[in-house]
C-alpha cells in the first residue's frame, strides 16, 4: 500500500525522528519505525525523486523502534512536519466543492480562483484523539473532513507534492455567516487534526466515508461524506497552480499543508457540535480514522 506514517515521533518523553515502514498500524501489534534524521525525507523528496523518493529513504534507514499503536507514549507527528516552529503552514480553499454551485463547470471555463485562507503554523496541527480547542463561545461550529495535500519547498523556492493525507478542519460556520467578508478569518480560529499517514499517490479522485458526533459516549448525529477530485468545482492544478504564484508561499523548507474543502456536514443537517462532542471521521475508501474530541477555549486578552 504506498503510504507512510508521518515524521516526527515521541517516546518515553525523548524526541526521536522517525518514520514507518509502508503500511498503516495495526491497533495492538508491533509496529516498526526507522529512525529518521530531521529533514531527511523532505530532501529526498526536493532531490528530484518524487513521493516514491520518501519510500527509498524509509528503506535505507538504519535504527529501528518496536512500538504499537494506542501506546499512551506514543505519539505521531503530521507528514514531514519540520522542527522549526515556523516551517510549516496549514492553509486551505474555501466553496470548492460542486455542491455549492448551482451548475456543472463548462470544459473550457475560465479559471476563478476559490476563497483562501490561512489557518496558522504547521505546529499547530493536532494528531488523532487530541483534544481541538476553538474560541471560547463558537456560533455553530461545522467538522470539514479534507483532503490535504501536502508539499515542501526545495532550496528555490519551488514546490513539490509529497503526497496526501486526511484532516478535519473545524471552524465556526456560525460567525463565518454573520459577516462572510469580514469574519472568515476568525471563524477558522479553530484546531485542525490530520491524520500522520502520507498517501504517496496523486490527489485522491474519490474519498469517501462517515462522520459520527458522539455526545456522552453515544452517537448524536451521524452522515456520510465525500470528498476527493470529482467533487470538486474546480481543477486542483488550477488552484494550486494559482496559489503558488505567490512568492510568500514559496519560501526555501516551507512545508505546506493544503486543505481542499469540503462538502455539506452536520450544520446543513441542523445539528450543533457541542463542547465535550468527540467528532469521529472514518475515510472507509482509505481505512484511516481521524477521531478528535471539541474543546472550548477560556477567554483571555492581552494584558499590558
Known amino acids: ?18 518514520t514507518a515502514p509502508l503500511g498503516i498500524p495495526v491497533p495492538g501489534e508491533p509496529h516498526t519505525l526507522h529512525r529518521m534524521a530531521d529533514g531527511r525525507l523532505a530532501a529526498a523528496l526536493v532531490a528530484g525523486g518524487g513521493p516514491e523518493a520518501l519510500s527509498a529513504a524509509v528503506a535505507r534507514g538504519t535504527e529501528t ?7 499512551p507514549e506514543l505519539r505521531f507527528l503530521p507528514p514531514l512536519l519540520p ?12 466553496g470548492t466543492h460542486r455542491s455549492k454551485f448551482d451548475r456543472a463547470p463548462e470544459p473550457d471555463e475560465e479559471f476563478t480562483a476559490p476563497n483562501y485562507y490561512i489557518k496558522g503554523f504547521g505546529s499547530w496541527l493536532r494528531m488523532p484523539d487530541e483534544p481541538l480547542t476553538t474560541p471560547a463561545d463558537p456560533v ?21 507534492y509529497a503526497g496526501y493525507t486526511f484532516g478535519n478542519d473545524l471552524n465556526d460556520i456560525g460567525l463565518h455567516l454573520k459577516n462572510p467578508w469580514a469574519w472568515t478569518s476568525y471563524a477558522k480560529l479553530c484546531e485542525t487534526s490530520l491524520t500522520p ?20 459516549g453515544r452517537p448524536a448525529w451521524e452522515g ?12 486542483v492544478e488550477d488552484m494550486t497552480g494559482h496559489l503558488f504564484s505567490y512568492p510568500a508561499l514559496r519560501r526555501p ?10 462538502d455539506k456536514a452536520t450544520y446543513h443537517d441542523g445539528f450543533r457540535i457541542e463542547d465535550g462532542d468527540r467528532m469521529v471521521i472514518d475515510v472507509t475508501s482509505h481505512g484511516v480514522v481521524l477521531a478528535n474530541p471539541v474543546q472550548y477555549g477560556q477567554a483571555e486578552t492581552a494584558r499590558s
Open 224 to 235: 456520510p461524506f465525500s470528498c476527493g477530485t470529482d467533487s470538486l468545482f474546480h481543477h
Open 1 to 18: 500500500m504506498t503510504l507512510v506514517d508521518g515524521a516526527p515521533g515521541q517516546r518515553s518523553g525523548n524526541a526521536v525522528h522517525t
Open 65 to 71: 523502534v518496536q512500538v504499537t499503536l494506542g501506546d
Open 253 to 262: 523548507g516551507l512545508v505546506n499543508y493544503l486543505l481542499l474543502g469540503a
Open 83 to 94: 522542527t522549526a516552529p515556523d516551517s510549516g503552514l496549514i492553509n486551505g480553499f474555501m
Open 197 to 216: 499517514w502520507l498517501f504517496l499517490e496523486p490527489p485522491p479522485r474519490t474519498a469517501t466515508g462517515r462522520v459520527v458526533v458522539e455526545r456522552d
Open 140 to 160: 455553530w461550529l461545522l467538522e470539514e473532513p479534507e483532503v490535504a495535500l501536502v508539499y515542501v519547498n526545495d532550496d528555490r523556492g519551488v514546490p513539490h
